[in-house]
């Protein structure tokens, strides 16, 4: 079974591709984000309304490789049997570049055909990395934003 990948090439450096992936995770992927993707050992909680996962930084070697580990799940889809169906599936990120591009090769170890959540995660996957595309090349991305309560 093919994993979920996707390659993403920008006129930006290395470093502004690497913040994005390690530092600025909420202006493309959700604005509930809690936690730092910065350093290998680093933990964060992102949420899209009722789901939630839980990602550990396993590696992050600068404008390299970044690894992240799925280490709770939850998905809050009616019809799924198992709602952790990301728990240990890992993103991995590389990095690669030249004077004037920089490629962003990901890869989702674990998210393929086998998963009841597939073809969601699959779509939601090529929203968010189109998201960070536009976010690499006009500075604004479009993540998933947490409704805020009003008070009357």
């Known amino acids: 079974m093919n994993n979920y990948q996707k390659t993403i090439t920008v006129n930006k450096p290395v470093t502004e591709v690497y ?5 600025r995770v909420s202006d493309w992927w ?9 350093h290998a050992g680093d933990s964060f909680i992102i949420a899209f309304g009722e789901t939630r996962k839980t990602m550990l930084i396993e590696e992050a070697i600068p404008h390299k490789r970044v690894v992240w580990k799925c280490v709770k799940a939850y998905i809050a889809m009616p019809s799924l049997k198992n709602k952790a169906e990301w728990m240990n599936t890992r993103m991995i990120w590389t990095f690669d570049n030249d004077d004037q591009h920089t490629t962003l090769h ?5 998210l393929n055909q086998k998963l009841e ?4 995660c699959q779509a939601g996957w090529d929203e968010f990395l189109a998201s ?5 090349t006009t500075g604004k991305g479009n993540p998933f934003l947490k409704k805020t309560q009003t008070i009357i």
Request: hydrophobic share 35%.
């Open 19 to 23: 913040a994005a992936i390690t530092e």
């Open 106 to 110: 990901f890869l989702h170890d674990g």
């Open 117 to 120: 959540c597939y073809e969601i």
């Open 132 to 136: 960070l595309e536009t976010y690499l």
């Open 30 to 38: 959700s604005n509930d984000f809690e936690g730092s993707a910065s």
